[in-house]
């Protein structure tokens, strides 16, 4: 992707902004569509609540821009069905990989980690078809329905829709003029 940038500085666009010049996006469309920035990066400083994907946050966007909340890559066996019985292939999904969150939203049964040490060179369909897929151990076999887990699902799936982190009310303290302000 890097090659197909003419920038000089094209070393230093994160991977996120990348991906949405090459899909033709805003790159804080691109942000909240698909990446698990919004999960990662919850707060922020006071005056640092940029949106998501915006050349201020391009630091927040190269550190956390493209990387997953868990290790690994999981799958839910009824998305790889409705995906494969619409397209010719199937697709990894954000809420598969939030920490804490061991049940497919959409479907609410168990997820299924992919068992390569390279998780992502091939796609959902793919692994499972080759066996290489195995259950997570969850404490129940379905999404709960309610209760503090039903709750936290709830608030992780939230956290992927904010375009932007809650600003905290502490701002950073920093010298101007040889004080401390």
């Known amino acids: 992707m890097r090659a197909e940038v003419s920038a000089e500085s094209a070393e230093e666009i994160p991977r996120l902004h990348l991906l949405a010049m090459v899909s033709g996006m805003n790159a804080s469309a ?12 919850v707060a922020s400083l006071k005056g640092q609540d940029f949106v998501h994907g ?17 290790a690994g890559a999981y799958v839910c066996n009824h998305c790889i069905d409705e995906d ?10 954000r809420s598969h990989h939030l920490i804490g969150v061991d049940w497919c939203p959409e479907h609410g049964s168990v ?8 998780p992502f060179d091939a796609l959902p369909h793919n692994w499972r078809d080759e066996n290489k897929t195995s259950p997570v151990s969850a404490f129940q ?4 329905s309610d209760g ?26 920093g010298f101007r003029g040889g004080q401390l302000v």
């Open 54 to 70: 915006t050349p201020e946050s391009a630091a927040f966007s190269k550190r956390w821009g493209m990387q997953a909340q868990r």
């Open 148 to 173: 503090f887990y039903r709750r936290y699902v709830d608030i992780a799936l939230g956290l992927l829709s904010r375009e932007r982190p809650v600003e905290c009310g502490v701002k950073r303290p």
């Open 30 to 41: 691109y942000a909240l569509a698909h990446s698990m920035l919004a999960s990662q990066r």
């Open 111 to 118: 997820l299924h980690k992919v068992n390569a040490s390279r």
């Open 141 to 144: 076999a379905s999404i709960p």
């Open 84 to 93: 494969l019985s619409r397209h010719p292939f199937s697709w990894f999904r």
